[in-house]
């Protein structure tokens, strides 16, 4: 066993042993479920590996067949434990032959009665668990098949009782069918097992009209059983090209003939999708089928019947007017077509690409959306014409027919609109580029209908139009009313919210650029439309500054690209941005500062002019007063980071920032500020601040006193490891300042000290790090490194720690600071040029109040006391919880006290990394580790007349 010795195993015969009592109860299953991880964990190793902790349970599990031989009553619990741990410890088939030798299996399945179809669904999914288990192997296999088990997972995949039965036992059957592919006899038993249900249905359309309800209800064991049969031809014809499962189902069920009837006989929805899926695997099937041996290339015939199929299924959901089903159906295909070209690339004998056709048909309802006065926009020409080159004659029919019946038929547009937009966003994964970039443009042309009329449009299209068609045709043409007509933004928001949901999605996922979509450069512009509307709702408008913010970020517009000062809807989206800063609704101003601080982040180097941008509506202004001000505390946050963007730029520094003390702000947030959000950026704009801009001793000792706070007694470990970032770049600049550049040392620097250029020797290297080090302690950062390090109160600040200490480590050892060196070496010469000086300390401490900090310094520098923190904080708490500033000015002192000397001890003489490790370990096992759930589950026994809480 790996982490477990014989203690360990004595325990667990004991907790084994408890099971096997009358009067047992089980207060919680939990813990049963953490010990059946910990067992598969520390079986998963061949049979040979921990023999002794696997004799553990090999022993008692015929020991407990004996038991229930003998008639005690076995509780549910027990029998779903022992039934998955059978399974576990089964997997291996040397054990499954030490357990199969005393009949383990047969006795089991007899005493615990799993024939049973009354069963609860608890030990119905343990049972189906194990068999899945028992068939990972040969031997296990043949048992199963032998004994007939199996059926009783057909009878629960058939049932159809809980989700999770009815799943366990499709992959249960789907499995074994491909492991025993080449036992016909067998694979032929449990398909007609399987398909009985289907082969005994007698299909009468009248009865199907007349009573489809009633006859749904009735016939759930046959909806079960088309389920299945799905779940079967999923899971097994795209495996392999030789895989025979799906042709043995098909032909002895005669599958295809059957479905057929039952795909025409229907007409509701309901049914539907219970053959829908099943009737495209066996089109797919038969494709297969056609792809010639040792070659990649489709027989022309086999691919014409498939053709052929794809329009017989859409003919026939058309003359039944689902059009969502019929997107559905265009979804389902092309899934499956990426499945097989995932087994073999092929080459059909047709020349338009096969995705090409199905995501035509798939955005044909969004398209009769489109509003009759953006028809004749030159962005859309080029789309249709896009379409009409890539789509076949047959699939264009069909697009005309679905138009026509979307037209003619009084159908929900805005639901199956947004039931088209789904199913373009689930198949986004598997969509290729140029699929992906149709899909985005369909969304874009919908999008554009949601705007306002514009007279001129209207027009022009009018004008165009009569050029080319007698008036009466034109009026005939364009007598549909597009739903989108009036004032959509209003009647429509369900549809919007799906355009903007669906937009910025493909947007974040293909990154598209205007050179393939022409598209991309209006998104800005049809954002900021409907950002303008005064009656939007606040999620529509959540979603139309999330638009804005990817747009701006991945849609640089060729005259941006090209860095040409004015863009007008830039000069447009300017006061509207403004406008929606000061929205009654908190969600809308949190968006608008997001999209602020993209704008900044761009104009740092990207697009520097968005700075003028920035200054003309007078946004970092209006950010501090948010922060002042707002009473949303993701709002303060979200200015805050704003704010920490744009202390970057220089520009925007010097005309707008200098003139507020952000300082004094952000440390006032700090100390009064209850939401750890908004402390959290205070930290991280302190940090930007030091790092950015200049400042004098003073302001500096400010900065330092509030990080060290932070770093140490914040409530929230963001704050704290925002804190530490500052504390990184601190350690920086002292080593900047003393000469390294990109964490080494030149030759050669120039000597602030000496006034000259100095050849760097390892003496001199010493000399600066302990220069910076002596500096580094007195600013207190050495002595938060230590204790932050030890934190006890969460591991991402020990973690923070220990990678700044880690680091600088790895420079001290590499100049060799670890070596004693002489008493010259040693003593560091303080530059007087050097800004960066110690904070006093309040007052002078005791003799007592001293020995004490030293009795401290030395706790912290001990590297195997894990403990500190903790018993520091435990001494200076007081009955509220909180610490006083006496308390508080105490443990500054201590930190203050860490010298250079204390520093190097602690670090050189502790492993860092291996402390975070056995730290992250202990964490992550303390509650659930193999030993407390053992000891656990004994004392919930032993003090069974107390109420016991389930702690996990």
Do not use: C, W
């Given at each position: 066993m790996n982490s477990c010795g014989k203690k360990n195993e004595d325990v667990l015969a004991q907790v084994l042993d408890l099971f096997l009592l009358p009067d047992y109860n089980v207060v919680s299953t939990t813990y049963l479920d953490h010990l059946l991880t910990h067992i598969a964990e520390n079986t998963k190793e061949c049979a040979t590996v921990n023999y002794e902790y696997c004799e553990v349970f090999q022993k008692w599990i015929p020991k407990a067949l004996v038991v229930w031989e003998s008639g005690q009553k076995v509780s549910q619990p027990v029998i779903t434990f022992t039934l998955k741990l059978v399974g576990i410890i089964s997997r291996h088939e040397l054990r499954y032959h030490y357990w199969q030798c005393q009949d383990v299996y047969n006795r089991l399945y007899k005493i615990l009665q799993l024939h049973r179809d009354d069963l609860p669904a608890s030990i119905k999914m343990a049972y189906t668990t194990m068999l899945s288990d028992l068939i990972a192997h040969r031997s296990g296999r043949q048992w199963v098949i032998k004994s007939g088990v199996w059926r009783d997972v057909v009878k629960c995949a058939h049932w159809n009782h809980t989700m999770y039965v009815t799943r366990e036992s499709q992959k249960f059957l789907s499995t074994l069918l491909l492991h025993e592919q080449k036992n016909i006899e067998a694979c032929t038993e449990i398909i007609l097992a399987v398909a009985a249900p289907l082969m005994n249905n007698t299909p009468d359309t009248q009865l199907?009209?007349?009573?489809e309800e009633t006859y749904l209800e009735q016939n759930r064991l046959l909806c079960a059983t088309l389920d299945l049969l799905t779940s079967i031809l999923e899971n097994t014809l795209f495996v392999s090209l030789d895989n025979s499962i799906p042709e043995l189902l098909e032909r002895l069920v005669n599958l295809e003939m059957r479905v057929k009837a039952l795909f025409e006989a229907c007409i509701s929805t309901r049914f539907l999708q219970h053959v829908h899926k099943l009737l495209l695997l066996l089109l797919f099937l038969k494709l297969k089928q056609g792809i010639r041996k040792h070659t990649n290339v489709i027989d022309a015939d086999a691919w014409h019947k498939f053709c052929y199929g794809l329009c017989y299924i859409s003919m026939m959901l058309l003359s039944k007017k689902y059009i969502i089903?019929?997107?559905?159906?265009?979804k389902f295909a092309m899934v499956y077509w990426k499945k097989l070209l995932a087994l073999q690339e092929i080459i059909t004998p047709e020349e338009h690409k096969f995705e090409h056709q199905g995501i035509a048909l798939m955005i044909l309802p969004l398209c009769v959306c489109i509003k009759k006065n953006h028809l004749n926009h030159d962005f859309f020409d080029m789309f249709i014409n896009k379409l009409f080159d890539l789509t076949c004659?047959?699939?264009?029919?069909?697009?005309?027919?679905?138009?026509?019946?979307?037209?003619?038929?009084?159908?929900?547009?805005?639901?199956?609109c947004k039931v088209s937009i789904d199913l373009l966003l689930e198949i986004s994964d598997i969509m290729d580029r140029d699929v992906a970039v149709i899909a985005f443009q369909a969304l874009c042309h919908v999008l554009k209908s949601y705007m306002p009329d514009l007279c001129g449009?209207?027009?022009?299209?009018?004008?165009?139009?009569?050029?080319?068609?007698?008036?009466?045709?034109?009026?005939?043409?364009?007598?549909?009313?597009s739903i989108l007509e009036g004032d959509p933004i209003v009647d429509y928001p369900v549809l919007l919210a799906s355009l903007l949901d669906g937009l910025a999605i493909m947007t974040e996922k293909f990154k598209l650029k205007w050179q393939e979509c022409v598209e991309t450069i209006c998104v800005l512009s049809l954002a900021q439309g409907i950002l303008n509307h005064s009656g939007i709702l606040p999620m529509i408008c959540v979603k139309a500054l999330k638009l804005c913010e990817l747009a701006i970020h991945n849609f640089m517009p060729p005259n941006l690209a090209l860095l040409v000062d004015s863009d007008s809807h830039m000069n447009g989206i300017g006061p509207m941005l403004f406008k929606r800063l000061h929205d009654p609704n908190w969600e809308v101003r949190d968006s608008v500062l997001e999209v602020l601080n993209?704008?900044?982040?761009?104009?740092?180097?990207?697009?520097?002019?968005?700075?003028?941008?920035?200054?003309?509506?007078?946004?970092?202004k209006v950010a501090v007063e948010i922060v002042k001000t707002d009473g949303e505390s993701y709002v303060r946050a979200s200015a805050l980071t704003f704010i920490a963007t744009i202390v970057r730029i220089n520009k925007l520094w010097e005309q707008q920032l200098s003139q507020v003390d952000l300082t004094e702000m952000a440390i006032y947030l700090l100390e009064n500020e209850s939401e750890a959000i908004v402390r959290r950026e205070a930290v991280n704009l302190i940090k930007e601040l030091y790092v950015h801009q200049k400042w004098s001793k003073e302001v500096i000792d400010s900065m330092l006193g509030a990080m060290s706070v932070a770093a140490v007694f914040d409530l929230h470990w963001e704050v704290k490891t925002n804190a530490l970032t500052f504390w990184d770049h601190f350690v920086k600049s002292h080593l900047t300042d003393q000469g390294m550049l990109d964490d080494s040392f030149p030759n050669v620097t120039f000597s602030k000290e000496h006034r000259k250029i100095m050849a760097l020797n390892e003496t001199e290297i010493k000399r600066r790090l302990n220069k910076a080090l002596d500096e580094l302690a007195r600013q207190s950062c050495l002595g938060v490194l230590l204790v932050t390090l030890k934190d006890d109160s969460d591991f991402e600040v020990c973690k923070a720690s220990a990678t700044i200490i880690d680091k600088l480590k790895s420079c001290l050892l590499k100049y060799k600071l670890d070596e004693p060196s002489s008493p010259a070496e040693n003593s560091a010469t303080i530059d007087t040029v050097y800004i960066k000086e110690t904070p006093p300390v309040p007052s002078s401490p005791s003799d007592k109040e001293t020995r004490n900090a030293s009795?401290?310094?030395?706790?912290?520098?001990?590297?195997?006391?894990?403990?500190?923190?903790?018993?520091?904080?435990?001494?200076?708490?007081?009955?509220?919880?909180?610490?006083?500033?006496?308390?508080?000015?105490?443990?500054?002192?201590?930190?203050?006290?860490?010298?250079r000397q204390d520093f190097?001890?602690?670090i050189f003489n502790c492993d860092i990394n291996a402390f975070i490790e056995e730290k992250n370990r202990w964490l992550k096992t303390y509650t659930s580790s193999f030993e407390s759930i053992l000891d656990d589950i004994l004392t919930m026994y032993k003090q069974k007349d107390i109420n016991s809480m389930d702690c996990y």
């Open positions: 199907h009209q007349a009573l089903e019929l997107v559905k159906s265009n004659t047959t699939v264009q029919r069909l697009a005309y027919n679905m138009r026509d019946i979307i037209r003619k038929g009084d159908l929900p547009m805005e639901q199956i449009e209207t027009k022009n299209h009018v004008s165009s139009n009569m050029n080319s068609t007698s008036p009466s045709e034109h009026l005939r043409k364009f007598h549909y009313k993209t704008i900044a982040t761009i104009s740092e180097d990207k697009y520097p002019a968005f700075q003028d941008f920035l200054l003309t509506n007078q946004f970092p009795h401290i310094i030395e706790e912290i520098v001990d590297a195997n006391d894990a403990n500190l923190l903790a018993a520091i904080y435990k001494s200076s708490m007081n009955m509220d919880g909180e610490m006083t500033t006496e308390e508080e000015r105490k443990m500054l002192h201590y930190i203050s006290s860490v010298t190097l001890h602690a």
